[in-house]
């Protein structure tokens, strides 16, 4: 049986040293801000929206939500995302994605201030990640990365294969194994010999989007396994990991719910305390 590396133990840690630095930054008079954007009704993203508005007031960082109707123009939006990039009291912007799909959501991203971008998805960012010259941390993948250092799996050298080629998850998850020395493989829906490459791997990171893709034959003994899919099975939150048998394999696995999910909350607190430090010149 395999170790269960705890998402929620891991994320209160986290939050903890953000919690701590933020009453050091209050003590100096420098308050810290984020204005989470959403635009419609999709219940997933307005629970995901309501847990980050959650984890900023137990860490003394003000939130504003700014929920907007699915009717809204896009020179609407970008009229908002331009006063929040010019409001003193606002460190950080996140607009919850997917956007209704008369909005463009690759220009509302790029609308979005690169020093205020907590989610690092503006190409500026991407950039910065591509080259390791960063202060802003993809914050899924950041969580993964922060998950490893916590359990004390090294990165280096190893055979590290991540299923998913996303830019929110995967193209980022690569960067940062390789940054750390990873030799890294990026799988997708066009990858031959998948199983193979699947179990080659020290460290295997399924973002996928697929519920129990990964299998137990994907996986060699004593791979670390990281699950970093939510995905619902008859209202139930399951990942891309048949966790039950995979377990058994593997040295350490995530959990969902419970892994992945929680760190990257606390990876988004983290990096809205980067922007107030880097906006008041403390970085
Ligand atoms: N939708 C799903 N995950 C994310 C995320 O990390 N950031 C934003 N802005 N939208 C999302």
Redesign the pocket.
């Known amino acids: 049986m395999s170790k269960i590396i705890d998402g929620k133990i891991i994320s209160t840690a986290v939050k903890e040293r953000v919690k701590n630095e933020v009453v050091e930054l209050n003590k100096k008079g420098i308050s810290v801000g984020l204005a989470v954007i959403i635009v419609g009704e999709d219940p997933a993203?307005k629970v995901?929206v309501a847990n980050k508005k959650k984890a900023c007031e137990a860490l003394g960082i003000i939130s504003e939500e700014y929920a907007l109707s699915e009717n809204t123009t896009q020179e609407e939006l970008l009229a908002l995302i331009q006063k929040l990039n010019n409001s003193p009291k606002i460190n950080g912007i996140?607009?919850?994605?997917?956007l209704p799909s008369h909005l463009d959501e690759k220009l509302i991203i790029n609308s979005i201030d690169p020093e205020k971008d907590v989610?690092a998805?503006h190409p500026v960012n991407v950039g910065k990640i591509m080259i390791g010259d960063y202060y802003f941390l993809p914050?899924?993948p950041a969580g993964v990365m922060e998950m490893l250092s916590f359990e004390g799996i090294e990165v280096e050298g190893k055979n590290c294969v991540v299923i998913g080629r996303s830019n929110?998850v995967g193209k980022p998850m690569n960067m940062l194994l390789l940054h750390k020395n990873g030799t890294v493989t990026i799988c997708h829906s066009k990858t031959k010999n998948l199983v193979e490459i699947c179990k080659n791997a020290d460290i295997l990171v399924a973002a996928v989007g697929r519920p129990n893709f990964v299998t137990a034959d994907m996986v060699k003994d004593g791979a670390v396994v990281i699950d970093v899919g939510i995905n619902r099975v008859d209202g139930k939150l399951c990942g891309d990991v048949m966790f039950d048998e995979v377990s058994k394999k593997a040295s350490a696995i995530t959990p969902v719910p419970g892994g992945v999910g929680p760190m990257?909350i606390a990876m988004?607190m983290q990096n809205t305390l980067t922007a107030a430090k880097k906006q008041n010149n403390l970085i």
């Open positions: 993203s995901y996140l607009c919850q994605l997917p989610d998805f914050c899924t929110i990257t988004l």
